[in-house]
Structures are given as C-alpha cells and as structure tokens.
C-alpha cells in the first residue's frame, strides 16, 4: 500500500478517535452534570430530613413534658376529687360489673364499724351478707335471709330503686345507686336520720294544726249557733215591735235595735265566710237566676242607704246580653251587694252605673260577662288600690274613717270570684270615683230577650224631658240600640209642648219637675193628646201616673222598657193610667232571703218526697179546722217571738221543749208540720226527726214535713240536717215572712184558711 494511503488512512483513524474522544467527552460531561445535580437534590433532602427529624425530636420532648405535666394533674384532680368526696358525710362507693367493690369514703366504710374484709375486692352479696350477720342493720321484722334476697334482687334491676334502711342506733340510711354506662355502679349512701325526725315533728305539728283548725272550725260553728240564738230574740223582737202601734220617737229607736242587729249579722256573716274560704270548705250551689233582676233587687235593697244622699244608681245592662244564667245566685247577689253597696256607701253625689256586657267564648252555650260599677265617689288613690282586696283592710285617711265595716267584703268578693273561675280589678283616682269590675264566665239557660239587630217598626222618634244625667244617657243608648232617634230637652225648656205632636212616644222624668210634676203631664197631653206619655219614677217621686200609658220606675229594667215599646209598636197601647201586669214596677217589698250580704239565710230547700199543697178550701160537709204547727224549741225567748211571729195565722200552735217532747207531741197533738230546732236538750233535732221517721214508717203515717229552725249556718250545716230527714232548712235569725210563707205553703187542703181575711 502507498504510503500515501497509509498516512491517509492513519489521518482519517485519527480523526474518527478525535470524534470518539469529544463523544465520549461530552457524555461523561453530561453524566457529571445529571450526577451533580442528583447530589445537590439529595443533599436538600438530607437537609429538609435532618431539620424534620430536629422538630420530631422537639415535639416528642414536648409530648412526653406536656404528658408528664397532664398526668401531674390528673394525680391532684383525682386526689381532690376523693378528699372531697372523704369530707361529705354521706357514704360513697364505687362497684365494678363484677359487683366487687372499686373504692368507697370513710362515710361508706364507717357503717361496717372498721370491719377488715370490708375493702377494695370485697363483693356486693358479701358485703350485704355482712350488714345481717353483724347486726349493723334493722331488718324491720324481715328474716335475715328475706332481706338480704329483697336487696340483692333490688341491686340488679335496672334502674335501681331508692332503698331507705334503718341502722341498730337508728339511724336512718337512703340509699341510691345507679348503673354507668361501662357496667359500673355508683353508690350513695345518704343519712336522712334529721329529716325523718324532722318529717316526725312535721306530722306531728300538722296532727296539732288539724286539730287546732276542727277546734277553730267547731269554735266558728258553736259562735254562729251562740250568737244567732240571741241575735232572733233581738232581731226579731225589734221587727214585731216595729209593727205595732208607737210614736215617732219610739219607732226611730225600735227600727234602730233591728237595724243595729242586722248590722251586726252581716260582720258575723262576714267573718264565717272569709273562714270558710280560708280552709277551702266554701262550694258553690249552681241553679238559674236571672242576672238583671239580681242586680234590679240589690238596688232596691239598698235605696234606704240613698235617702241623704243626691245619688242617681243606673243600670246599663246591654240589650242584646242574655239575662238567664245558671250560677250560684246567692254568691253572685252577695258579690253585687258589696261592689255595689261600696259604691253607695262612698259616694255623696252624683252617680253610680252599673254596667253589664258580655262577650262571646269558644265554648258553645257559655257567655263571659263584665260587670263594673262606677261612681263619683271619694276615690281610692292609686298606691292603695291593691290594697283594698286584702282581709280586714280599709284606706285609712280622713276622708273614710267615718265609714264602718269589717274590712273583708272586697277580699271575700275577690275569693268568690276566683272560686267562679273570673277576674275582678279596681280602677281609682282619688277625689273623682271609683270603677270596680270582674268577669265571669256562666252558662246561659235562655236566648237573649231582645234579638240582635231587632228595631221597631212605628216607634221612630221619641222625647225625652228629663235633666242631664247619666240614666238619661242610658236611655238615650237603648233606644238607640233599637233604631229609635231621640231628642231630649230639659223640663224648663220652652216650646217642647209646640212640636211634641211629631213624635210617637215621650218619656218624662218627674225628677226633673219639682213641683210641676203634677201638672206637668196634664199639660202636656192637651197639647198632644196622642202622644203616648211613660213617666220615669224614683222611689221618691210621688206623683200619680196622671194621663200616661204607664209608668216605669227608675233604675229601668230592659224588660219592662221593650214591652211598653212593643205595645206601642204593636198599636196595642196599654189603657190611660194604668200599668200592665208586665209592666209594673217591682214592689218595695223584698224578700227577706234576700237581704244584703246576709249569704247565710238560706232559702228553704224542698225535697223531693214532699210536695207543697196549696191552702185551697176542699167543698165537704166536714167543717175546716185548723192547721196544727208543733215547733220544737228550747229556748223561752225563741219561743216567745216564734209565737208573736204566727199570732195572726188560723193555726193551733203547740211547743216542745226539747226532742223527747217533740216525738212525742208528734204522737199526740198529729201535727199538719213541725218547726224543728236543732240543738236541744236530751235529744236534738236531728235524732228527734229520725225517731219520728221511724214511727211514720212503722205505722205507715203520711210523712209530716219538718222544717229546720237553727242558728247552725256553716257550709254544709244544711246538707247534713236534711240528711237527718227534715225537708227544709231556715236559719235564724227567724224572719216572719219566711214563717208564715212556710206555714202557707205546707198547709193541708183540709184546714181553714190560714190567714185571716181581714189581715189578707
């Protein structure tokens, strides 16, 4: 070969092992590259590790400083908690699910009087195993085996019933365990022994209260007998007195005794009541009473209180508002005597409105009713208003010293009204008057008389001559309320007579007229003499009914207000000068159960085997004798004004000195109806009517009604005397329109007439 080929060949291999040698260059150049930085990237790790591993290190100190710290403390919480726990009295143990005792205080070891195997380990059965064998408990007549099963049985029920057990020194333990949630079981261990001596004296003293209360109840029975049983000689001695023939000074002095008795029977009354609701024996005797009568009666009643005074009593009784209600009516009359006694009592002048609405209730048949009574009286200044519904209390200032009383009508009226479910409220400023209400809530037992929405057809227009009042504003509503348009003048006016042809009734007040009020009408009626005429008439009015339709006395009764309207409506005028049946004023004469707060006088109550008959003469042959009336009393003065009290009546009147005499005048003398006292001697009332029941029976003899006289008028005195077999019950002191109404009423058809015709 050349050697030119040679070099060529050596230049070119040369050249290639250059190339090689940069390749391989390069790629160890690139391998250190990747390889450096492969080191830099695991030298961060290692850096980023080690400071890791730093902080793990830091925080596993901190953990097992914090750890040891957190231990530290729950080492004192649980050395508290159990110091705590050794301080208390009361035992406490701790029972695993296996029942074996966790730890217990000193209290809970105490009992077992240092007994060594009474310890952490020792078990329940074991433990109550000790209790018997050691004597430590009073089985309370249980064997020792019976009460250690009676435990046992209780500790594994779920849950755990409280167990008081009683030590040997007498102590007495309550225990109480209950059940957690991991199986374990706390027990406490409570000593009750002071609050079961405290529970004993507690009894012991409630025994004494009872006690102390039948005495106080028997005390208040005995007084009211005590004091009536006089009170009748008094009371009813001054009423027949007050009826016979005596000069002016002599009846202010007779009507003064009666009086002053009757006074004192309202306090006695008062004081009973306010006892009886203080131990919660007060009830309610539910019946229908006419609400607007009630209050047309109280009104009555108390007209003698407003003879010096210049007071007008009105009545604003909504003329949509039922008037029938079932209730207890002598609670509801001795709730309105007292709001509405008060408010004539300390009113001088002026006004006092007694105004009732009512409102609807979601209970079907039930109807809310408001009753408030205003007047313009002295006034009640405000920080004393609250103060006058409590017991025995007065507003005491100058201005009301004068008045008398017991304090307890307004605290009685509010308890009477809680028992009927109502509210009662006062409103006061003091110098101007008063407005006391309450509501109650009452079933009605018939529509209203007046249908809502009702107007009158040919009544359009009336007058009314009356001054300025707060009745004449009554009246003007209510006949509004009935579509009627009312222009009201005052009696001085001049010119009514000129256009009073243009209306279709006139209503004149004769208080408004003075001395005019004679003539006045007359006058009135020659210039309109279609015009029908309705006097308005207070008790102290005089003048006749002239040439008026009728007249209606003041305060109105709707009743009697719709009627005469009606008739006039109806183009049936009543005839000149004479009241319609339906429209007479009700008479000054007021039953005498009905006498202001006296609640206690209770009507008579029928019973259902006797039945009333009628003092009717029979057409016979036989000639008609006369009634026999035994009454039964002890005492000699009862006995005397008993006799005074029927002297005017055809009956033969025989007395019994006790019951043993009684049964056996009924024997002898066949008595038409017996007066019975109950409390006499030998043989009281109730056990008298007993035996002479058993002798009607005996020998078959009609039953004769009985009729109870007595001064017992505590609650439930009457239920347990009818029970004894007497039909009635009167309570003294005697009334003589009870007696002789009662005589009337149970009179035979076979007797004379009982009142004489003369005195008829």
Known sequence: MPITEKLAHERRGRLAAERLLEQKQAELFAANSKLGQHARQLSDEIVVKRNEAEELMGENTKVRSDLKVANHKVGIAERRLWDSIETIEDGFAVFDMNDCMVSANHAYLGVFDGLEEIRPGVNYVRVMQLLVEEGIIDTEGLSPM?????????????????????????????????????????????????TIRHESELNDARTKAEAANRAKSAFLANMSHEIRTPMNGVVGMADLLTGTVLDEEQQLYAETIKNSGEALLVIINDVLDYSKIEADKLTLNTAEFDLEQCIQEIVMLLQPSLQDKSIEVVIDYDMFLPTLYVGDAGRMRQILTNLIGNAIKFTHEGHVIIRVVGLATDQEGMTRIHVSVEDTGIGIAENMVGHVFGEFNQVEDDRNRQYEGTGLGLAITKQLINLMGGEIWADSVEGEGSCFGFHVTLPVSEPALIASGHSLVNVKRALVICDPTAGLDILVKQLAVLGVEVECHEAGDAGITATAASFD???????????????YPILLNANAPDLPLI?????????????????????????????????????????????????EAPTEVVPESLAPLEVVQLESVPVETVTPTPNEPVQTDQPLRKMRVLAAEDNRTNQLVFSKMVKNLNIDLVFANNGIEAVEAFQNFKPDMIFMDISMPKMDGKEATRTIREIEEKASLPRVPIVALT?????????????????????KPLRKASICDKVVELAPKEVMQIIPEDIA
């Not at 099963?149 to 102590?171: C, D």
């Open 535 to 583: 006097l308005l008439k207070s008790d102290r009015d005089q003048a006749g009914n002239g040439p008026a339709i009728t007249a209606l006395k003041k305060p109105i009764l709707r009743n009697e207000l719709f009627q005469v309207l009606q008739s006039l409506d109806a183009d049936t005028p009543v005839e000149s000068n004479e009241v319609a049946p339906l429209l």
């Open 146 to 194: 019976e009460w250690r099963e009676t435990m046992l049985t209780r500790w594994h029920t779920n849950p755990i019933e409280a167990k008081v057990i009683r030590l040997w020194n007498g102590a007495y333990i309550k225990l109480l365990d209950r059940r957690a949630r991991d199986g374990d079981t706390v027990s406490l261990a409570l000593n009750i022994t002071d």
């Open 505 to 519: 009734v006139a209503f004149l007040d004769m208080s408004s007229f003075g001395d005019d009020a004679q003539d």
């Open 711 to 731: 001064a017992h008028a505590m609650a439930g005195d009457d239920t347990e005397i009818l029970a004894a077999g007497l039909d009635f019950y009167l309570t």
